[in-house]
Structure formats: C-alpha cells, structure tokens
C-alpha cells in the first residue's frame, strides 16, 4: 500500500494533477471563511457558537457548503445551485423532447445540456442568495429571536448593500463552478463530486468534538466505532450489483466477424445515490417554512395547526418526521430510478445491435424482464437509503448531536461514493503507468 502511495508521488503527470487538484481545494476552503460586503462576522460568530445552528433544507444547504452558508461569506451558497441544476435538467429529460434529443446526440448534446445548466446554476444562485440575503436581514437564519446579535448580521441593510451582497454570492457561486470543471480536466476525479467532498469533509471535526464535549470520551469512541462499521456496510452496499448477462449474435461483414461477445448489464443496489436523501429533505423543509411564515410575532397564540407542525416537523427527533422521511426516501427512490433507467430503452438498443439476454426474447420480452430485475432490486436499495438517511436523526435524539451528523444521511454516501470513484481514477492511471494499481 505504501510503495503504491510512494509510485503516486514519483509519477510526474499524477503528481501534478494532485497537486493541481489539491490546490484548488484549498482556495475553495479559503473562499468559505472571506465573509460577504456588509456582514457582521463577530455577531455571526457569536451566533454560531451559542445556537446549534438550523435545521430541515438550511441544514443540508450548510453541509454541503462546508458550514460556509451560516458564516455568510462568498462562497456560502456552495455547491447547491449546481446540484438543484443538474437535477432538473434530468427531470427535464422527460418532460421536453429537445432535452432527451440532446441527450441522445452524444458529445455534442451533452455540451449543450452542460451550458443549459450553468444558465440554470446561475439563475438558481441569485435566488437562493436574495433569499439568504433576506432571511439573514430579517433575523431568522438562525431560527432564534431570542439572542440580540442574531438580529444584527449586517453591517448595512440598505438596498444598494443587500444587492452587492447578492451579487458576490452569485459571483461566488460562478467561480465555484469553474473551480470544479479546471479539477475534471486538469486534476484528478469529478471537480464537482469533490468539492462536496471537502465540504462534507470539513464538517467532521467539529460534529465529532460536538458529541466529545456534550456526552463524553465513552460515547465519543463508540459513535467512532459504530460509523466505522456503517462506513464499512455502505462500501459494501454501493458496490453491490445485480449483473444481467448479455450476448451478442456473429455477423460477418465482409470477411470479418462482429459480435459473438458476452457481457451484462450492472444494475446497482443503490442506483438512486443521494438524490432521494435531498428530495426528501427539501419536501419536508416546505411545512416548517410555511409554519414559520405564519407565526404571529406580536407574541399571540398562534393557529392550531401551525402548532401542530412546529411540534412534529420542526426537529428531526420525532418519530412521526422519522417515519414520514423515510416513506419519502423510499417513494423518490422508485421514482428517481424509474426516470434515469428505461428498461425499453435498453432493450431496444440491445436488439438493434443484436444482443440478447439467454433465455429472454428481444424486444418487449426483455423490457418486462428488466422492469421486473429493476423493481425488486430497488425495494431493498431504496430501504437501505432510509436507514442510512434516520441515522443522523436518531444520533440527534440519542447522542445529541446535529443533523449534520458525519456517519450517515447524504454525507456517507457522498464520502464513501466521491471517495472510492477518486480511488478507482487514480489506480486506472498507476495501471497505465506501472502495470500494478494502487488496489489489490
């Protein structure tokens, strides 16, 4: 392991690109603690050290940021627009025709449907950042109005403030995005996939020295040990894939023979990822919204049913969020899975290239086939993502640790997905290189 290590740092190009790569990483890091024009940054610090931050959407936000969101500084908005972006393009796939066309055209539709998501990425950007902006102004970013430097995160409030304010973060959010397209062509892995990667990766510490300092040194090394064991049993999952076997007919064209080849079609465990992890929690983010908009400030009683929510859906440690969070995880997951795999698709193009699979007739026969494999293999993966995603939720109502908690939800699976991808690129380039990988 280490000589492979050693081969990494003695290959010039491998070494360069990390070296690129993990320069990069330490300007986005050093971008997410530069506060924004007209923040208060001691009131923000304060702030965050006597509240545990937020919950629900703002949460998932602040992680994927790297807790750069609740500091208010340039790049606080992370890579979240992008996220949101890409989704959509997907699910645009399937309501406009002229995405699926490009989808199909190959490189250069692809091009196209990239430059339709930086458009998005942007648009998305200015107005996540007009609506921190306000929330930041209004008092309400860290869902207390019980600590008076919560209420004064600005230096300036006036129109002209609020407006640079939003249009560094925008801008902010631009250069993030160059950031990660230079790491795919020039460094090592998915810029993207590793900037959420360091984002997730810099919450660590603190959430582990959280639970260190509220519950003690015994609970700190068994949560250690449990989320050692979880990272082992997510390896295991998101590696797990069911392989349908492929065969492809000879033809002769001319004097040569085409075809005639085995291969199989890999469906994963787990083929949703983390995508059902964040529709779950945006959906269940929308009641306690409406709720806080409803609350009366003058001190009244507020409506029966707003109570209602804010006792239930609020804090993630109640068993009814729990159960209706993992309901959702398993509902998106069928649905997500179902818009990125068309099993007819696949037959169809399986058939015009003359593949089969033994046993099952071309055409319509192996796209009930496939539908058939698809629907039974994700029931267990879609149950695997709900238990991985209640695991911060029962951390918070155990261990008292936040929703941010490092061993489960979207951040496991991000790590330990992000992380054996990267591992795999750099062992594919040692194996061009050396003719021995850095895996075994």
Known sequence: MFSAIARIFRTPDLRRKIGFTLAIIALYRFGSHIPAPFVNFPNVEQCLALTSGTEGLLSLVNLFSGGALLQLSIFALGVMPYITATIITQLLRV????FETLHKEGQAGQAKLTQYTRYLTIALALLQSTTLVTVARSGQLFGTTDIAACQNL???DVWWAQLLMIITMTAGTGLIMWFAELVTERGIGNGM????FTSIAATFPSAMWLIWETRGFEVFLLVLAVGIIVMGLVVFVEQSQRRIPVQYAKRMVGRRTYGGT???IPIKVNMAGVIPVIFASSLLYIPM???QFNTPQDGSEPAAWVTWISQYFTTGDHPLYMLVYFLLIIGFTY???AITFNPVEVADNMKKYGGFIPGIRAGRPTAEYLDYVLTRITFPGSIYLGLIALIPLVALATVGANQNFPFGGASILIIVGVGLETVKQIDAQLQQRHY?????
């Open 289 to 291: 919204l409406i709720a």
């Open 262 to 264: 085995n291969t199989y």
């Open 335 to 337: 649905f997500y899975v």
């Open 436 to 440: 021995e990988g850095l895996l075994r």
């Open 95 to 98: 309501v406009i025709p002229h």
């Open 193 to 196: 996939s590793l900037l959420i």
């Open 154 to 156: 600005l230096t300036n």
